[in-house]
């Protein structure tokens, strides 16, 4: 058996992951397909639009083996984090041929390979710890780059996709994972295009479709198994508001906190606690917020997972720690074959939410992550509701 590895969001689950997930099938033949998905919240620093369940199952039903989760606060983290989370959860499953698959602009396995080597240069590290203060990460990476290596792939390091699977190939290398990188060409829609034109939307413009209720529209640009249930959620009432959901009471929290009471959690770093809290007692709106504490320093993202961070308590021990379990979310009968595999002794393997150990961290963290989700949907769930939800199994 081969087992093929994404680190997923879907969110939601659309077109251009099904034609991953064929692409994967033509390319490696006989393989099991195991995404590693996020729950609750996603790297962009807001809640799923849809439940954990619903496209756990989406990706199912379209072509996945086996989903399960990847937790906060690694979803909700930088891409370093993300990204070094979701390989030792992959690393876990031992005994057969494995793959870490990754989408990417550039689609050239072997141009990104040799601009991971690069980045793992002394020379290069020390630069980009050295940079103006005032300077972005992502910035400095490509402006130092550039100077020290190859010019003509400072494109390359600009495009969203491209970074990620530079940190995925990091990753694999820093944790000494028995993983293949394979890279498969994006298609359609860049990362960030709210076009609605073609058939490979991007699930930025797909949430946007749904949440400006252009239901119709948005189900007709995701397969037809995924429509279906997000059809259903959609009117159940399990499905997100975003930040619209949480702003009144993330604008209370802070104006009822000090301004150094954020100062230990995650990317709160450099005075944006500060500036997020003395921000929050001249504006209601968390999404006006975000837009006046942003700078060229701090990007609205950053902003979004640094107000995550102090709502959930999630500080950087957390976020640079290992996984504790892995979580099964739906799975068919080669997915719970591939489950088998897992050395216990590294992650422990929950099929049931009920059985997390809420005394230890991760427990507390899942507890927390979820009563804060349920408060963003439009049906509002109680803070333990997810206990109650048992994986999708497909017989």
């Known amino acids: 058996m081969k087992l093929a590895f994404i680190i997923s969001e879907y969110n939601p689950f659309h077109c251009g992951h099904e034609y991953m997930i064929r692409q994967i099938r033509k390319k490696l033949g006989d393989v099991t397909v195991i995404a590693i998905m996020s729950t609750s919240f996603v790297q962009r620093g807001e809640p799923a639009l849809f439940p954990a369940e619903v496209r756990a199952r989406a990706a199912l039903e379209c072509g996945a083996d086996l989903v399960v989760s990847l937790p906060v606060p690694y979803s909700m983290s930088g891409s370093s984090f993300f990204a070094r989370a979701g390989v030792r959860i992959a690393a876990a499953f031992s005994g057969y041929e494995k793959y870490l698959i990754f989408g990417s602009e550039s689609g050239d396995i072997n141009a990104l390979e040799k601009i991971a080597v690069n980045m793992a240069d002394t020379d290069f590290i020390r630069a980009v710890d050295e940079r103006p203060k005032d300077e972005p990460y992502a910035e400095s990476v490509v402006r130092i780059y550039g100077e020290m290596f190859d010019e003509c792939d400072r494109e390359l390091l600009s495009q969203p996709n491209n970074i990620l699977a530079l940190e995925y190939l990091r990753a694999i290398k820093d944790e000494g994972a028995d993983l293949r990188p394979f890279t498969v060409k994006r298609v359609g829609s860049g990362y960030n295009d709210s076009s609605c034109e073609g058939e490979f939307l991007s699930a930025t413009a797909l949430r946007k479709l749904f949440l400006e209720g252009e239901r119709e529209l948005f189900y007709s640009k995701v397969p037809a198994a995924a429509a279906e249930l997000y059809r259903a959620a959609a009117e159940n009432g399990d499905y997100s508001l975003g930040w619209h959901g949480l702003s009144e009471g993330a604008i209370t929290f802070l104006r009822l906190s000090g301004e150094d009471a954020f100062s230990g959690c995650a990317e709160m770093s450099g005075g944006l606690d500060r500036r997020i809290v003395s921000t929050s007692h001249t504006t209601g709106n968390v999404e006006e917020l975000f837009d006046l504490v942003a700078t060229k ?92 939800i048992t994986p999708y199994i497909k017989r």
């Open 297 to 388: 320093r701090f990007t609205n993202a950053r902003i979004r997972r640094a107000l995550l961070s102090a709502l959930l308590s999630v500080s950087e021990s957390d976020i640079a720690a290992h996984p504790q379990y892995i979580m099964v979310l739906s799975a068919n009968g080669n997915g719970t074959d591939a489950l088998r595999s897992v050395d216990t002794d590294r992650l422990s393997v929950i099929t049931k939410p009920s059985s997390v150990d809420v005394r230890h961290r991760a427990g507390k963290l899942l507890v927390a992550s979820e009563a804060l989700y349920g408060m963003s949907l439009l049906k509002k769930r109680g803070s333990y509701d997810f206990m109650k």
